[in-house]
C-alpha cells in the first residue's frame, strides 16, 4: 500500500527516523516531529520534543525533482526488527515521475512502522503534472511558429538503412533535426533563469513519453554529437524504463529543448506548453500524403504525392522571439528535408 509523504505539508503525514541510546535502532514515528525541504538539500528537522531520548539519526531525502511535492511509499523493502546497515535501501518511494529507493545513512535497527498509510491513486500524480503545466502556460509567454516538412528523403534513408538491419524512427530523424539545428543555432539553446536567457552549454533533448501516469520526458544527452541509431537506442532504452516507473532523476531533470510528437494517435498538428526553465518545445504531428503541383524536366505541370508532417515550435517569447523562432525552423526544415547534413 503506498503511503502519503509530504514535503514540508501536514505534520501528520509525516514520518521520520529517531535513534535510541545503547544499541541503535530507529523507528519510523508519527506526528512529534516534522521535516522541511530546500530544493537540492536534503531533510532537516525543524521541531523537537522531550519525550524522546537520543539523538534523531537524519534520513538523507534529497528533493528529487523540482515539482515535487509529495512521493508515495510504495513498498517497505525492510520488516519491523530487521537489521539496517547504511546504504541498505529501506523503502521505494515514487515521486510525480519515477520510482526511487530510500536508503539508510546509518547502521541501525528498524524498531517500527507506525501511522496510517494511505493509498494515493495515479490519478496528485497526474493532477501535479497537469498543474505544473497550467502555471507555465499561465507564468511564461508562450509565441508559436509553424512549418510544414517533406519526409521523402527521410524516408528514403530509413528505408535504406531497414535493408541493413538498422531500425529507427521518423521522430529519431526529428530529434537529430533538432539537435543539429540547436547547434548551427546556440541562441536557441537558452533557458530562463528567472531574469534573463542563460546560454546552456550542452544540447540535450527531452522526448515527451506517454505512460499511465502522463507525460514523462526522457532526456537524450548530448544528442547531436550522438548517430540516428544511437538515439534510436538511447530513446527505447529510457522509454521503457519510464514507462517502467524506473527513470533515474537525472534521466529525466534538465534538457535544454523538448520534442513531444504525437503523429502516432492521428494528430496532424497541435501546440505543446513549454516545460520550464527550458525556452522551447517542438510539437509534431503525423506525417500524412499530400498532393502538389511540381513540373518535371519539359516545364509539365503534374501532381506528386508528398509525405508532410507539420511541427509548431512553442518558445518563450522572453527569451526566442518570434524572428528567432522563425530562423530556427526553417534551418530545422532544412536540415531534416536533407538527412545528409544530419551526419
Request: glycine share 8%; aromatic share 6%.
Amino acid at each position: 500500500m503506498a503511503a502519503s509523504w509530504r514535503l514540508g505539508c501536514d505534520p501528520r503525514l509525516l514520518r521520520y527516523l529517531v535513534g535510541f541510546p545503547g544499541r541503535r535502532s530507529v523507528g519510523l514515528v508519527k506526528g512529534a516531529l516534522g521535516w522541511s525541504v530546500s530544493r537540492g538539500a536534503n531533510w532537516r528537522w525543524f521541531h523537537s520534543t522531550q519525550w524522546l531520548r537520543g539523538d534523531p539519526i537524519k534520513i538523507l531525502m534529497p528533493s528529487l525533482s523540482p515539482t515535487m511535492e509529495e512521493g508515495n511509499i510504495v513498498k517497505w523493502l525492510k520488516k519491523e526488527g530487521e537489521a539496517v546497515s547504511a546504504g541498505d535501501a529501506l523503502c521505494e518511494i515514487e515521486t510525480d515521475k519515477a520510482v526511487v529507493t530510500l536508503d539508510a545513512s546509518d547502521d541501525g535497527i528498524l524498531a517500527k512502522i507506525v501511522g496510517t498509510f494511505t493509498e494515493i491513486p495515479a490519478s496528485n500524480i497526474r493532477r501535479v503534472i497537469a498543474k505544473r503545466l497550467t502555471e507555465s502556460k499561465s507564468t511564461v509567454p508562450h509565441a508559436y511558429a509553424t512549418a510544414d516538412c517533406d519526409l521523402g528523403a527521410v524516408l528514403k534513408v530509413r528505408q535504406d538503412l531497414v535493408k541493413d538491419d538498422i531500425k529507427v524512427s521518423v521522430n529519431d530523424f526529428i530529434i537529430k533535426a533538432a539537435a543539429v539545428t540547436l547547434k548551427q543555432m546556440p541562441d536557441v539553446n537558452v533557458s530562463w533563469d528567472g531574469e534573463g536567457p542563460k546560454q546552456l552549454p550542452f544540447i540535450d533533448i527531452s522526448v515527451a513519453v506517454a505512460t499511465d501516469k502522463g507525460l514523462l520526458t526522457p532526456i537524450i544527452k548530448d544528442a547531436a554529437a550522438k548517430g540516428i541509431q544511437e538515439i534510436a537506442d538511447s530513446v527505447k532504452a529510457l522509454s521503457k524504463k519510464a514507462r517502467d516507473g524506473k527513470l533515474l532523476p537525472e534521466e529525466y531533470q534538465g534538457g535544454s529543448f523538448s520534442i513531444s510528437n504525437l503523429g502516432m494517435f492521428g494528430i496532424d498538428e497541435f501546440t505543446a506548453v513549454i516545460n520550464p526553465p527550458q525556452a522551447c518545445i517542438l510539437a509534431v504531428g503525423r506525417f500524412r500524403p499530400v498532393l502538389k503541383l511540381t513540373e518535371d524536366e519539359e516545364g509539365n505541370a503534374k501532381l506528386q504525392q508528398r509525405q508532410l508532417i507539420t511541427v509548431t515550435m512553442s518558445s518563450d517569447s522572453r527569451v526566442v522571439d518570434d524572428e528567432l523562432a522563425t530562423r530556427f525552423l526553417k534551418s530545422f526544415k532544412a536540415n531534416l528535408e536533407n538527412p545528409i547534413r544530419l551526419a
